[in-house]
């Protein structure tokens, strides 16, 4: 099990560590905010944009870092420093 967590997470590594910082600053943000525990329709409030806006980034985060969701993004921006 391990082991297959590992490698799941090696697409994830090797996207942080050849891009810097891929992310845009309202990316960052809602990665940022998700990440203290905001909710999506919170996160919208905090940026005044709707929270389809606040997914959209979210989205565009998760695929930039090749995560297979929300959780796994944040946490690579985590690891890399980002957020």
Same mark, same amino acid.
């Given at each position: 099990?391990?082991?297959?967590?590992?490698?799941? #997470?090696?697409?994830?590594?090797?996207?942080?560590?050849?891009?810097?910082?891929?992310?845009?600053?309202?990316?960052?943000?809602?990665?940022?905010?998700?990440? +203290?525990?905001?909710?999506?329709? +919170?996160?919208?409030?905090?940026?005044?944009?709707?929270? /389809?806006?606040? /997914?959209?980034?979210?989205?565009? $985060?998760?695929?930039?870092? $090749?995560? #297979? /969701?929300?959780?796994?993004?944040? $946490?690579?921006?985590?690891?890399?420093?980002?957020?």
């Amino acid at each position: 099990l391990k082991c297959c967590y590992a490698l799941s #997470s090696i697409p994830q590594l090797i996207a942080a560590a050849s891009m810097q910082d891929p992310l845009s600053d309202r990316e960052r943000e809602c990665l940022f905010w998700v990440s +203290e525990g905001k909710t999506t329709d +919170e996160v919208a409030v905090i940026l005044g944009v709707s929270s /389809n806006t606040v /997914n959209s980034y979210i989205t565009h $985060a998760i695929q930039k870092f $090749a995560a #297979s /969701n929300r959780a796994m993004a944040i $946490a690579t921006a985590i690891r890399s420093g980002i957020i």
